[in-house]
Structure formats: C-alpha cells, structure tokens
C-alpha cells in the first residue's frame, strides 16, 4: 500500500475525517487551521481559517455541507463546506476536546475540558442543515461531569437514543440522549488510563475505545459489554472499525515527550490491524516518524488515513490482498 502523503500542516494532526462518501478527508492540528483535501490523489481542496489556537476536533455531516471544528481557543465553529464561509461560532469557557455531529446530521455534541475552576460538560446544539440559515446560540442539552472524572470522548450512538462518553480514568459512560441523565458507568479499561478515543461502527450499535492502558476494546451500545479487547505492546491513541472486512486498525506509540531519544522502530509508530473477531493482530504499516495521533477508515472501506504527531496525514488505499485474506475458518464457512 503506497501512501499519500498530505503535508499542510505545521504542527502535530490531532483528529482527522472521512467525509460520507469517502471523497474527501478533513483533518486539524495544533496550528489552528482544518484541511479538506480529495482522497482520492491528496490533493488539497481548501483550508478553513478562523480559529486562534490549537484545534482539537473537527467532524462533516452526513451530507458534506456543514462542518465543525473545535479547539483551544474555546470555541466551536460551524463551516460551509463547499465555500469555507464561517457560519456560526459558540464560546465556551475552557477549551474544546471533542466534536460530533448525530447520525441525521440534526445536532451536534460538543466536550469542553475540565479546566479553571470549569466543570467537563458535554453541549448538545439543534443544526439547521440549511448552511443559509440562522443557527440556535442556545444548547438544547447539557450534561455537566460532576460525580465522575472528565470527559475525554463522545459521541451518539444509533438512532440518537444514547450519548456514549470515555473518562481519563478509563471509564464509559452510558447518558440518555434525551434527557441527559446518566444510565451506567463502566470501567473497562485500567485504572487512570484515559480512553483516547471512541469511534463507531457504520451503524452505530457498538464501538472501540483506545486508551493509554495498550489496550482497544469493541464495546455494545445497549449492554455496555466488552465483546472483544485487542491488546497492543504501546499506549494507544486511536482505534477505528473497518467496513467491508472484520478489521480493526490501532495507531499510538510511544508518548510524544519521550520520542527524541527513540528510534522510529522502538517508538512503534505503526498502524496495527487487528482481526475483529479473532482478536489477532494480522498486519502493521509503517511510515509516520512519531505517534499516530488519529486513524480514520473511509465509510466506503477502500482506504485509512492516519495522523501523526510528525504534521503530516499519511493516506493508503487498500490494495486487493487486503480484501482477498481470509482465515481458513472464514474461507469454510463461506463456500
């Protein structure tokens, strides 16, 4: 697989996107601007420029109309694709870790930080998906973390019934969409190992969380169970779930601080792929001369996009070995 190398970026990727379609890839880094670029050969389509400071976050809806983008200047900015017109801009007291929009594309979820003397709170915001109208200032949910550490990652689960959330100590967290009132609080990773990441399969009924605890577990929305743990030898950062085949794909590393005294190999800067079900890891692609900060695969399944703390998004199409593997159990059972 020859990656795509897309260089825009003067600082270390923190989050990168796929667009619906697979067409296009957004990603955000600590020098305060989001890239769009084309998927299919790298290039850049347009930045969006506005914010002024590190961003953290950044998610397109479903139809790649609107876009949103969250950072350290504590802000979330609501962008028209197609033209980078800056739509809306909401202010916060601490600084923005994570944004998501729902699965219809009608609202959208922010993180802010636990900072200051600022309780961690989770926002819910109504979006008109018209990018000529005027958007709602006001919240029409909101979740303030109080009894349980702060929140790290979230996102809505299918049908916009649940809103899941990761803890920096290694808890989930399981709130009423509607309502916001708390249902279950898991611990399944370590202790004070914080989930890194959450992101969902393609119909949102269960996900995989990456934490600092070297591990990646596939969890059910309704029961909140680990079904599967996928055990790494380096801290993770981010997990993603592969459409199309029964992969799973980790990236971390060692912690950024540290990486100036290692070697690219011992830092284990690698993209890993895992088995879904067999829990195996199959496969490693090498390349980033860092952590890699964020993993994204495209909805479609053709191809994943990794971000690493080196500034630049390394982006492989699968190539048809990638399709054609099977176990031999998987090979018996189809005929």
Not at 79 to 94: A, P, Q
Not at 288 to 295: A, I, M, Q, S, T
């Amino acid at each position: 697989m020859r990656p795509i190398l897309l260089s825009g970026h003067e600082r270390a990727l923190t989050q990168v996107k796929f667009s619906k379609e697979g067409d296009l890839i957004f990603s955000v880094a600590k020098d305060h601007n989001c890239c769009a670029w084309y998927s299919a050969n790298g290039e850049r389509y347009g930045v969006y420029k506005g914010h002024v400071g590190a961003l953290w976050t950044v998610d397109v809806d479903p139809r790649t109309v609107l876009l949103a983008t969250g950072g350290a200047d504590n802000t979330i900015r609501l962008w028209e694709v197609k033209t980078g017109k800056l739509l809306k801009t909401w202010e916060f007291g601490t600084a923005i870790k994570r944004v998501e929009f729902s699965e219809d594309g009608l609202q959208l979820l922010g993180v802010t930080e636990k900072r200051q003397g600022q309780l961690s709170t989770i926002l819910v915001y109504d979006i008109n998906p018209d990018p000529e109208a005027e958007q709602s200032s006001e919240h029409a949910l909101r979740i303030v973390v109080d009894d349980i550490p702060k929140v790290t990652v979230a996102g809505f689960s299918y049908l916009n019934r649940y809103i899941i959330s990761g803890h920096e100590d290694g808890s989930i967290s399981q709130w009423d969409a509607k309502t916001g009132e708390l249902i279950v609080n898991n611990f399944v990773h370590e202790a004070d190992m914080q989930v890194t990441d959450l992101q969902w399969s393609s119909d949102r009924t269960y996900f995989i969380t990456a934490s600092k605890d070297k591990t990646a577990k596939l969890i059910s929305v309704d029961d909140m169970e680990v079904m599967k743990t996928y055990v790494a030898d380096t801290p993770l950062n981010s997990a993603a779930i592969t459409p199309v085949k029964d992969y799973v794909i980790l990236g971390g590393g060692q912690a950024a601080m540290d990486v100036t005294t290692t070697s690219a190999r011992q830092g284990k800067f690698e993209a890993r792929f895992y088995h879904k079900i067999f829990e195996e890891e199959i496969g490693r692609v090498r390349g980033h001369f860092g952590p890699l900060n964020y993993v994204a695969v495209s909805p479609l399944g053709t191809m994943y996009c990794s971000g690493g703390e080196d500034g630049y998004c390394r982006v492989h199409h699968f190539d048809p070995p990638y399709f054609d593997f099977k176990y031999e159990v998987e090979r018996e059972t189809r005929i």
